[in-house]
């Protein structure tokens, strides 16, 4: 897990709060994911960034504001979340999104951001 | 529509004896297949993948899955079980067609090995 580092591990904050979750990654990779993974529901991918530039927002709310200022660190700007948003926040990296020549790179995976809402 | 599916929530197994987590896909074209584990408070850790080529797969800690095309599937595997394989299993497949690139994720598989 020391290829991907998230920042803070644990955060609670309230529903008129501002905060950010920041995401570091060490393997020179060229791409960058946001998860959200929930208890009894399958992961859910919200945010890709290739080469620094945004290619899928799954339908994510304008509460979550993702910021990717270079290709080793990715943060996700959370600002009025809801109760039903406390999760677990899991950035990856892999090393191309779109694959060369048919190779599938498997992503890589931090530890997460447990974030709770009250 | 594109998908993955394991069909076990949750899988018993004793010490030493195989251990088999299932996983089905349906997705358009060759699939890129992954698994990946989970510990408790910890993120998803890659175990091994399909792209092309032999259809069983080796990986991880021991841990290897068989590609099978007929019946899309892409179960994980493993000869003698451990107290430490005990974890949340995860299969992966990768979209083709407009989201090429994304994974999409089964619900997990809970891997519980009694000594």
């Known amino acids: 897990e020391t290829g991907v580092t998230q920042t803070p591990r644990h955060l609670v904050m309230g529903m008129t709060n501002k905060k950010s979750l920041k995401c570091e990654q060490h393997?020179?990779?060229?791409?960058m994911y946001w998860y959200k993974q929930s208890a009894k529901k399958p992961l859910e991918l919200m945010f890709v960034?290739?080469?620094?530039?945004?290619?899928e927002n799954n339908s994510v709310p304008s509460r979550f504001s993702p910021e990717c200022p270079n290709s080793s660190h990715l943060f996700l700007h959370l600002h009025t979340l809801q109760p039903e948003d406390s999760a677990l926040y899991l950035c990856?990296?892999?090393?191309?999104?779109?694959?060369?020549?048919?190779?599938?790179?498997?992503?890589?995976f931090g530890p997460g951001t447990r974030l709770t809402v009250t | 529509a594109q998908s993955v599916a394991q069909p076990e929530d949750q899988v018993n197994v004793a010490e030493g004896n195989p251990l088999t987590v299932k996983c089905t896909y349906s997705?358009?074209?060759?699939?890129?297949l992954f698994w990946y584990v989970q510990y408790p408070n910890r993120g998803l850790q890659f175990l091994l993948k399909?792209?092309?080529?032999?259809?069983l797969v080796k990986g991880s800690y021991g841990f290897e899955a068989e590609f099978n095309k007929s019946q899309t599937s892409f179960h994980l595997k493993k000869p003698s079980a451990l107290v430490s394989d005990s974890a949340l299993y995860f299969c992966?497949?990768?979209?083709?067609?407009?989201?090429?690139?994304?994974?999409?994720f089964g619900k997990g598989t809970k891997l519980s090995v009694k000594p």
């Open positions: 960034y290739s080469l620094e530039e945004r290619v």
């Open positions: 399909y792209i092309t080529g032999d259809n």
């Open positions: 992966a497949v990768r979209l083709t067609g407009g989201s090429q690139g994304n994974l999409i």
């Open positions: 997705v358009s074209g060759n699939p890129y």
């Open positions: 990856a990296s892999s090393q191309d999104h779109y694959g060369d020549g048919g190779r599938g790179y498997e992503q890589y």
């Open positions: 393997l020179g990779h060229n791409a």
